[in-house]
């Protein structure tokens, strides 16, 4: 026999049920790949749609997540001593460029190169070594060991001064102009105010401004953004030299930024109930990532 038990509930016995913080995200409109970087993954997406397997001389972009993507699809990172031992294949040289000795030993072993330098670089590039050709002093603001610096320096054989802080140059007093470069994604802003301080040391400067458009045009859509919002979230690989530049302008107008290269960074302190959030990053990171993170936020 069956007894039917009615239960009647009360409020105060209803289990409380874990609310989330219905946060609002916002994904900065000009986020995601730098055109350079856009070419080179499209030639390698392309390359790899025929065939199974391609090299590439260095990480094609500074994003663990996009790296580890192509390489799902056959892309092997390999180093310059790799370099030297790989014969008769199909090599990729990424954006940043590379010194003319990687294509020697390229060309020496039979391989094939598919040089996706960014045009912006190759320009960059290309005055440099015209420069050197008609003024003694020519000096390029960035950051040695990133590897736009280092082709530039290879193309170059070392007689390009790469320098990060003017403090650090030892130049003589004389007539002849100074030839001011910039890594391309230093802010023209900031080569403005190397230009100012070599100036007041006594110098005559022409600055050449080869900072990347995209850097540019990124800095305005940032700050829109990060003015608009309670937090920031920045996503950036730890090597993007592009990502801690963006960063810090980000932190600049809202002190409520946060830089994460992945989403179990994230911490629910960051935020109140109903925040808005802004989600942007690095040149380098892809545009799928970015909507993966502002997922992530939502369901938190």
């Given at each position: ?14 289990i ?10 916002i ?143 030892d ?13 391309t ?39 829109r953004?990060a ?51 802004g ?22």
């Amino acid at each position: 026999m069956c007894v039917l038990i009615q239960c009647k509930m009360k409020a105060t016995d209803v289990i409380d049920k874990p609310q989330g913080l219905n946060l609002k995200t916002i994904l900065d409109p000009n986020a995601g790949f730098c055109d350079g970087a856009s070419r080179a993954i499209s030639l390698v997406e392309a390359y790899l749609k025929e065939h199974d397997h391609l090299y590439c001389l260095g990480e094609i972009v500074h994003n663990e997540h996009e790296v580890n993507r192509l390489k799902s699809m056959g892309l092997e990172v390999i180093t310059p001593d790799d370099l030297c031992r790989i014969h008769n294949s199909v090599i990729l040289f990424r954006a940043h460029g590379e010194p003319t000795s990687s294509f020697e030993v390229a060309y020496r072993n039979n391989n094939i190169v598919i040089d996706a330098t960014c045009p912006i670089v190759r320009s960059l590039q290309n005055q440099i070594k015209a420069s050197l050709e008609k003024y003694p002093t020519v000096l390029l603001y960035g950051k040695s060991g990133h590897p736009e610096v280092e082709a530039i320096k290879g193309i170059t054989k070392n007689k390009v001064a790469v320098f990060d802080q003017v403090d650090s140059l030892d130049l003589e007093r004389n007539d002849s102009e100074i030839q001011l470069f910039s890594q391309t994604t230093r802010l023209s802003s900031a080569l403005s105010k190397v230009a100012e301080k070599l100036r007041q040391k006594g110098h005559t400067v022409k600055v050449n401004h080869t900072t990347c458009r995209k850097v540019e045009d990124r800095i305005n859509s940032i700050k829109r953004m990060a003015l608009d919002v309670d937090v920031c979230i920045f996503v950036a690989d730890v090597n993007s030299s592009n990502g801690k530049t963006l960063f810090e302008l980000c932190r600049n107008v809202n002190p409520h930024t946060f830089i994460i290269s992945d989403q179990s960074e994230i911490k629910k302190e960051w935020f109140k109930e109903y925040d808005t959030v802004g989600i942007t990053g690095a040149n380098s990171t892809p545009l799928w990532f970015l909507k993966e993170v502002a997922a992530y936020l939502q369901s938190i």
